[in-house]
T-cell receptor, first 111, second 111 residues
Framework: DVKVTQSSRYLVKRTGEKVFLECVQD?????MFWYRQDPGLGLRLIYF???????EKGDIPEGYSVSREKKERFSLILESASTNQTSMYLC??????????FGPGTRLTVL | ELKVEQNPLFLSMQEGKNYTIYCNYS?????LYWYRQDPGKSLESLFV?????AVKQEGRLMASLDTKARLSTLHITAAVHDLSATYFC???????????FGGGTRLMVKP
């Protein structure tokens, strides 16, 4: 079974802090994704990566950056957290053209 | 820009009844995915539909895809309480990279 893990289930940070969310997959998938999920807005793609050191902006990249130094790990970085970044963050991975497998999610609260 | 609309957004139904969830999308695609999400949990892949006319069934759920009509349906037969969850459809772009999600259908099955 594909396993996608995320570093934290719950995280509380203060406005202005730098926040790292980490995602690791164990299936040697090429593609990895970061989404945020908000009530009434569904899932929105922040960034994705199709190879090590490669990244592409999704629909809502503002305020975020990503890092993919190793194939199995994809990090989402909030350079200066703001209250409007309070959300559920979901990481996913997949092989080309197949379904995405999601991690358990990180619920981030920015105070 | 690809848009994906699901309806209904909320569905309350009695056990034993049948119902259909609809997923319409705005541009050509032949990759359609259905996911289930339980409260507080991540997304679980249910079905992958990769061609016009594709039909897949698992237990009381059956999904189909009509690429000409840009429509997928998720049919629930003789609903049981365990099916209570939020169901998302997602449409793949033609490059095979990104998914655009519908807003989700929250299903509640009452005894």
């Amino acid at each position: 079974d594909v396993k996608v893990t995320q570093s934290s289930r719950y995280l509380v940070k203060r406005t202005g802090e730098k926040v790292f969310l980490e995602c690791v997959q164990d299936m040697d998938h090429e593609n990895m994704f970061w989404y945020r999920q908000d009530p009434g807005l569904g899932l929105r793609l922040i960034y994705f990566s199709y190879d090590v050191k490669m990244k592409e902006k999704g629909d809502i990249p503002e305020g975020y950056s990503v890092s993919r130094e190793k194939k199995e790990r994809f990090s989402l970085i909030l350079e200066s957290a703001s209250t409007n970044q309070t959300s559920m963050y979901l990481c996913a991975s997949r092989e080309s053209y197949n379904e995405q497998f999601f991690g358990p999610g990180t619920r981030l609260t920015v105070l | 820009e690809l848009k994906v609309e699901q309806n209904p957004l909320f569905l309350s139904m009695q056990e034993g009844k049948n119902y259909t969830i609809y997923c319409n999308y705005s541009t050509t695609s032949d990759r359609l995915y259905w996911y289930r999400q339980d409260p507080g949990k991540s997304l679980e892949s249910l079905f992958v539909l990769l061609s016009n006319g594709a039909v897949k069934q698992e237990g009381r759920l059956m999904a189909s895809l009509d690429t000409k009509a840009r429509l997928s349906t998720l049919h629930i037969t003789a609903a049981v309480h365990d099916l209570s969850a939020t169901y998302f459809c997602a449409v793949g772009d033609n490059a095979g990279n990104m998914l655009t999600f519908g807003g989700g259908t929250r299903l509640m099955v009452k005894p």
